[in-house]
């Protein structure tokens, strides 16, 4: 544990709430991609099955149940309690094609060849690319909310303060771990356009719209 992944936890943990926030206050899920939810929801169910046989803090363990948990609420909420606000009409993104690739690649390029480390290297390829959905939603509406926006920036943030904390623990300790870090940086590289508009726009008051 250092700085830079308290912190990138503390903005993945905000991102959950600002979503959730946003949910309950609004009594919508408009504008939130119900395939981007579930695609995390399976990250995390399938990233996190060595919780009850290995224990490595009790914080390691309140944030595996919190992450499985609130995604699994979020599916909830969109499914059922608020689907009359759910446009799948929106949210056309063909996510078997990322599932699959996740699944294909989690085969071939894996640490090692065993149940447990296939879910893990498959929800590590999954989460680099779950987020797609909602920002292809964004770019088929145009336009955002601005709670949504502030969801999507601390998610995007939590990933990005990743990157800092791998390569802090590179220099420090040595550590390596190829799988995560091009997988990280993919997925951080989604954001970019994101956050070029979000800086210049949201901040400072403006309507998030995407250029035309």
């Known amino acids: 544990m250092n700085l830079f992944r308290l912190v990138a936890d503390l903005m993945h943990l905000a ?26 929801a399976g990250v995390f169910l399938t ?16 944030m595996k149940i919190f992450f499985i948990s609130s995604s699994l609420y979020i599916v909830y909420l969109m499914k ?20 699959a690739g996740a699944a294909v690649l989690s085969l071939v390029a894996n640490y090692y060849f065993t149940f447990q480390e296939i879910l893990w290297t498959f929800s590590v390829y999954l989460e680099a690319v779950a987020i797609l959905p909602q920002l292809f939603m964004l770019t ?3 336009e955002a909310e601005v709670i949504t926006t502030h969801y999507l920036f601390a998610l995007g943030a939590y990933r990005a303060l990743y990157l800092v904390n791998w390569i802090y623990r590179y220099a420090v300790e040595g550590h390596v771990d190829w799988i995560v870090w091009i997988a990280g940086t993919i997925q ?5 356009d994101f956050f070029f508009i979000y800086f210049t726009k949201v901040l400072k008051g403006a309507k998030f719209e995407l250029p035309q």
Do not use: E, W
């Not at 991102?15 to 899920?29: A, D, E, G, Y």
């Not at 990233?47 to 309140?62: P, Q």
């Not at 951080?188 to 970019?192: D, Q, R, V």
């Open 47 to 62: 990233r996190y099955t060595d919780l009850f046989n290995h224990f490595y803090s009790l914080y390691n363990s309140c």
């Open 80 to 99: 059922i309690k608020f689907k009359a606000t759910n446009d799948p009409r929106l949210d056309t993104f063909q996510v078997q094609y990322l599932v």
């Open 15 to 40: 991102s959950i709430f600002i979503l959730l926030l946003k949910m309950q206050k609004t009594r919508s899920v408009a504008g939130i991609s119900f395939k981007t939810q579930a695609l995390y």
């Open 188 to 192: 951080t590289g989604l954001y970019c």
């Open 140 to 142: 088929k509406t145009g």
